[in-house]
């Protein structure tokens, strides 16, 4: 089967594989079935991946499983047992097992360490339309996304694209650099376009995405980027917690409202957007 790889991207193809595993964490992930998502034979599929992605995809997929439930357990109510069930577990004993051994703590542990109240600050529910997106994906420290940045901006400024005025840039956050290891943190550099400026061929690295349409819980924070942490935790540990809805697996989105290569640190707004479900 690798030989009918060469005429694609083996990136790409691993992307997808990504891309599948972060849709379905709750269902059971195996190494011959993600081969054949990938379209390599297993034989292969494994080294390619590691060296790709840096690490097994068993190890990948379980240290997803075990952020995503630290996110649930961090800024959720759910029940431990409906989080393992969320994650892929089939019991409470072998997903304490896993997350105690991830994290050095037992998932009831953390969540009494992690669920505390911020201050409060103004947050409000608004519905918005779905947004097509040119994309560039980072991986790394979210401080570092501007190398993200500068490969969107440099290639719509080539290609003579124009930016939409009435919808700033915004970043999609995949990770809480406070559970996830800044190193592999994931973030995408979005730019929405018009329609007719949207290409069908992209360089190597850019994609095509679409931001989800519906209820967003917002709030605005203002200051440096570095600090935008506090405004995470009163949204979700003070305001949403209080309300019945649901959080969908999904990135974050961060409106990048004035620009920090014009506005000084203190004065940056940063929109925040955390789509919910009743």
Not at 213 to 225: D, F, I, N
Not at 240 to 269: C, G, Q
Request: aromatic share 8%; with cysteine.
């Amino acid at each position: 089967m690798l030989g009918n790889m060469d005429k694609l991207d083996w990136r790409e193809s691993i992307l997808q594989t990504l891309e599948h595993i972060e849709r379905n964490l709750s269902e059971p992930l195996d190494g011959p079935s993600l081969a054949a998502v990938a379209g390599f034979s297993p034989h292969h599929f494994h080294r390619v991946f590691r060296g790709i992605v840096g690490e097994s995809v068993m190890e990948y997929t379980r240290r997803l499983r075990m952020e995503q439930a630290a996110m649930r357990l961090k800024h959720g109510q759910d029940g431990v047992l409906d989080v393992a069930l969320g994650v892929g577990y089939q019991s409470h004993e072998g997903f304490t097992r896993a997350f105690s051994a991830h994290f050095g703590v037992a998932p009831t542990e953390f969540r009494r360490r992690e669920q505390t109240i911020a201050p409060g600050r103004e947050c409000w529910i608004q519905t918005h339309a779905p947004l097509r997106c040119v994309s560039v994906g980072h991986v790394g420290p979210y401080a570092e996304c501007g190398i993200a940045w500068g490969r969107l901006y440099g290639w719509a400024a080539r290609d003579g694209l124009v930016v939409r005025p009435e919808q700033p840039p915004i970043g999609l956050c995949f990770d809480d650099p406070e559970i996830t290891d800044p190193a592999r943190c994931r973030y995408e550099a979005c730019l929405p376009l018009t329609t007719e400026a949207c290409p069908g061929t992209l360089p190597d690295g850019f994609r095509v995405r679409e931001v989800p349409g519906g209820a967003y819980a917002q709030t605005v924070y203002l200051g440096p980027y570095e600090g935008i942490g506090e405004a995470y935790a009163a949204l979700l540990g003070q305001w949403l917690s209080r309300r019945s809805v649901a959080l969908p697996d999904e990135p974050t989105v961060e409106v990048y409202l004035n620009s920090p290569l014009n506005t000084p640190a203190d004065e940056l707004r940063t929109e925040i957007r955390i789509r919910v479900e009743e």
